[in-house]
């Protein structure tokens, strides 16, 4: 069993709890993730490390109240527990290396690519942050970012807050202005990584993306998390939970990838709401 050790409430929709698990804490590095199981009859879900405390023993999980699961995961409290917390899964993401990075992160994926930042200015590259939501009321994650990040910028698609537009905004004006960078890593939802790539192609930069589809046992056998990859025109199928979650992002096929992704959101939109209504009848 997990003790949940701390939890806060980032947004309306976005929780951060800190998980008591010192041996994944051990392990854990930046771009790996975590299967948890809320409780005995529960679905798996894969949530990214969001951050460790090797000494504390604890692992941090950001995650968005989407689907029945992460609702049932947000009315845990601290002193609760999780009976499933395993990992890390998934390979770490590269940063050996590196001395001037972007990091591109949208949404809740801000999440995942905090601890990439973070990894990167704790080895004294030089790191440019961009971070969209799609209104301030969203916004997670500004004082993490900027405390290490040697640029930051901050859009919201109606601005908001920061700058209005969305993340390709201030990538188009660096490139074209003669910015450059060693690799760009962004994480977020598909289609945003989708027009990141596409900003960063033209100046044939190594662009970075974390895939998170549809995963079940988080170790390549039941096939659910594979992606399409295009690589010297032939298509190669690779498993997100063991080969990734990071690819290079000139490879993915993402119109597949949103096309499988959106396979079962009706389904889980419907027990998102049988969970809900459940909840409201206890609390009744």
């Not at 003790?3 to 698990?21: G, Q």
């Not at 004294?124 to 990040?149: P, W």
Request: with cysteine; charged share 25%.
């Amino acid at each position: 069993m997990y003790r949940i050790v701390n939890k806060k409430s980032l947004n309306p929709t976005v929780t951060m709890m800190d998980i008591e698990a010192p041996f994944v804490a051990q392990k854990a590095e930046a771009g790996q993730f975590i299967i948890l199981r809320v409780d005995e009859e529960s679905e798996r879900i894969p949530l990214t490390v969001a951050g460790f405390d090797r000494e504390k023993g604890t692992v941090k999980i950001i995650f968005q109240i989407v689907g029945a699961t992460t609702e049932r995961l947000n009315h845990k409290n601290v002193g609760d527990f999780i009976p499933d917390f395993a990992g890390p899964l998934g390979v770490a993401t590269k940063t050996e290396g590196l001395k001037k990075v972007l990091i591109v992160g949208g949404g809740v994926g801000c999440a995942i690519a905090l601890p990439v930042a973070q990894k990167l200015h704790e080895q004294g590259a030089e790191v440019t942050s961009v971070i969209g939501f799609r209104n301030k009321d969203l916004l997670i994650l500004e004082d993490e970012f900027n405390a290490v990040s040697d640029k930051l910028y901050v859009m919201t698609d109606d601005g908001s807050y920061g700058r209005k537009g969305n993340v390709c905004v201030p990538i188009n004006e660096m490139l074209s202005g003669g910015e450059n960078f060693q690799e760009v890593i962004t994480i977020g939802p598909l289609v945003m990584m989708k027009f990141v790539v596409e900003a960063v192609k033209p100046y044939n930069i190594p662009c970075t993306v974390s895939m998170n589809p549809i995963m079940i046992d988080g170790t390549g056998m039941c096939g659910g998390c594979r992606l399409t990859l295009n690589r010297d025109g032939q298509k190669v199928t690779k498993f997100a939970c063991v080969d990734g979650p990071d690819f290079n992002g000139y490879e993915v096929d993402f119109d597949e990838a949103m096309s499988r992704g959106a396979m079962y959101r009706d389904f889980e939109r419907h027990a998102y709401e049988r969970t809900c209504n459940l909840f409201k009848k206890e609390v009744k």
